[in-house]
């Protein structure tokens, strides 16, 4: 299992890696404190094990702060990348974690063999639209109504192959 290490601009470490079951609690309050309609406790247990479920792990009493989970789905006669689901602890945004676990995603899935990503984003998530548009998303269309409380989705997408140094 490969890890990376990043400093945050408190100068506290996180180490990215992959999610193991003990840190399933800790991923699912992070996703209950950033979502509105959080995923399912189960949701977090399918994607176990496997290479594109990874966390920020800040060591000590505050343990993961972060996680991202990206897989790949059927298009047609290809396989492309998604990333699923990606959120830091509100004490611990704005110190380039979310980008380093996005980073460390995409990285996952470039080695699989994707060539593009795709994503769902609200529409008015104007943060992480910018992350995404920061990694080389684009916005490919909308779906409205996509989440429950009638907010709408962009679909953002980027093309791997053509982002040079990813991987």
Request: with cysteine; hydrophobic share 40%.
């Amino acid at each position: 299992m490969a890890v990376t290490t990043i400093a945050s601009e408190t100068g506290v470490p996180a180490r990215i890696r992959e999610a193991t079951r003990a840190d399933l609690l800790a991923v699912f309050r992070i996703e209950r404190t950033s979502f509105a309609q959080p995923w399912p406790y189960g949701a977090f247990e399918h994607f176990l094990g496997k290479p594109g479920f990874l966390v920020a792990d800040s060591g000590g009493a505050n343990g993961v702060v972060g996680y991202v989970i990206c897989d790949l789905v059927s298009s047609g006669s290809r396989e492309i990348g998604h990333v699923k689901d990606i959120a830091v602890h509100p004490d611990h945004r704005d110190q380039g974690l979310g980008a380093a676990l996005l980073g460390r995603g995409l990285s996952a899935l470039s080695v699989r063999g994707v060539g593009s990503i795709k994503l769902e984003v609200r529409a008015g998530n104007d943060g992480a639209i910018s992350l995404y548009r920061a990694f080389g998303f684009g916005h490919h269309r909308t779906v409205g109504q996509y989440y429950q409380d009638g907010e709408d989705a962009l679909i953002m997408v980027t093309d791997i192959a053509d982002e040079p140094g990813r991987g």
